[in-house]
T-cell receptor
Framework: NAGVTQTPKFRVLKTGQSMTLLCAQD?????MYWYRQDPGMGLRLIHY???????AKGEVPDGYNVSRLKKQNFLLGLESAAPSQTSVYFC???????????FGPGTRLTVL | SQKIEQNSEALNIQEGKTATLTCNYT??????LQWYRQDPGRGPVFLLL?????KEKRKERLKVTFDTTLKQSLFHITASQPADSATYLC???????????FGTGTKLQVIP
């Protein structure tokens, strides 16, 4: 089992560029999450999904979009990147909303 | 406002001693609380979950307590080892859409 994987691991964007981060899990989990982690801010929830075809906003959704077309994949999109989106992005998955979350290795994104 | 507080200053302890990390919260009524470990450049890894009706939970050298009156959880690592050096995050059931909210973490350094 690979668990939760994320691609890419690193990315540098220029302001205004777009990109998509891919998260994949092989544990058949229903719930998937996207977080960003910034120094002194902790993990903040961007968007989450409670099942295939569903998405919902978290604490800091502005500037991001997500899609969950397949149960095992959760995509995070930045349509027009801004320097404020420079961060480390983590994907996670869980069986249910109160269950342990399994995290991916993270994507370090820099927006110049 | 809702707040989760973990000591932002690093905790340095001597190998073999017991490390105690604190997680305080305000304006939450969590049904459970989790502790995660995060190593540099990696995603958080689940360690323990304790429910509101449990006072204490143990797993090998780890012990977690949960005092809903004090609104505090303590995380203990006994006989600490240099390999225990990491950042430890508490996460609590925050209800509503977010489900789980993470603290900013405390960095533990175990000195040989």
């Amino acid at each position: 089992n690979a668990g939760v994987t994320q691609t890419p691991k690193f990315r540098v964007l220029k302001t205004g560029q777009s990109m998509t981060l891919l998260c994949a899990q092989d544990m058949n989990h229903e719930y998937m999450y996207w977080y960003r982690q910034d120094p002194g801010m902790g993990l903040r929830l961007i968007h989450y999904s409670v099942g295939e075809g569903t998405t919902a906003k978290g604490e800091v959704p502005d500037g991001y979009n997500v899609s969950r077309l397949k149960k095992q994949n959760f995509l995070l999109g930045l349509e027009s990147a801004a320097p404020s989106q420079t961060s480390v992005y983590f994907c996670a998955s869980s069986w249910g909303q109160t269950d342990t979350q399994y995290f991916g290795p993270g994507t370090r994104l820099t927006v110049l | 406002s809702q707040k989760i507080e973990q000591n932002s200053e690093a905790l340095n302890i001597q190998e073999g001693k017991t490390a105690t990390l604190t997680c305080n919260y305000t304006n939450y009524s969590p049904a459970y609380l989790q502790w995660y470990r995060q190593d540099p450049g990696r995603g958080p890894v689940f360690l323990l979950l304790i429910r509101e009706n449990e006072k204490e939970k143990r797993k090998e050298r780890l012990k977690v307590t949960f005092d809903t009156t004090l609104k505090q959880s303590l995380f203990h690592i006994t006989a600490s080892q240099p390999a225990d050096s990491a950042t430890y995050l508490c996460a609590l059931d925050s209800g509503g859409y977010q489900k789980v909210t993470f603290g900013t973490g405390t960095k533990l350094q175990v000195i040989p």
